[in-house]
């Protein structure tokens, strides 16, 4: 089992910045990937970003490249997802999710935490 817990969402202007976090405890980390996704409104969750706890190895989103930002803190068992330049598109509800490494599925998932950017 791997718990996770998001924090750090909010309501921005579009423009602005917020940083996510994804505290992760649970099995050994190092053999599981953790990825972000959001869910807006109407429309399918969808992919955001994802990085290798043991490599730092990342991947994003066409939609976000450039604007978000992941990494991770092994001595926190935390992953942050930087979110700059915001726009009201990005508004959604972000949850985090632990794949393990070798499997297509993400087994894991948090409970979600609210983005709101206004316009």
């Known amino acids: 089992q791997v718990q996770l817990v998001e924090s750090g969402g909010g309501l921005v202007q579009a423009g602005g910045s917020l940083r996510l976090s994804c505290a992760a405890s649970?099995?050994?980390?190092?053999?599981?990937?953790i990825g972000w996704f959001r869910q807006a409104p109407g429309k399918e969750r969808e992919f955001v970003a994802v990085i290798s706890w043991r490599m730092g190895t990342t991947g994003y989103a066409d939609s976000v490249k450039g604007r978000l930002t992941i990494s991770r803190d092994n001595a926190k068992n935390t992953v942050y997802l930087q979110m700059n330049s915001l726009k009201p598109e990005d508004t959604a509800v972000y949850y985090c999710?632990?794949?393990?490494?070798?499997?297509?599925?993400?087994?894991?998932w948090g409970q979600g935490t609210q983005v709101t950017v206004s316009s």
């Open positions: 649970g099995r050994t980390l190092s053999s599981y990937a």
């Open positions: 999710a632990a794949q393990q490494l070798g499997t297509t599925r993400y087994d894991f």
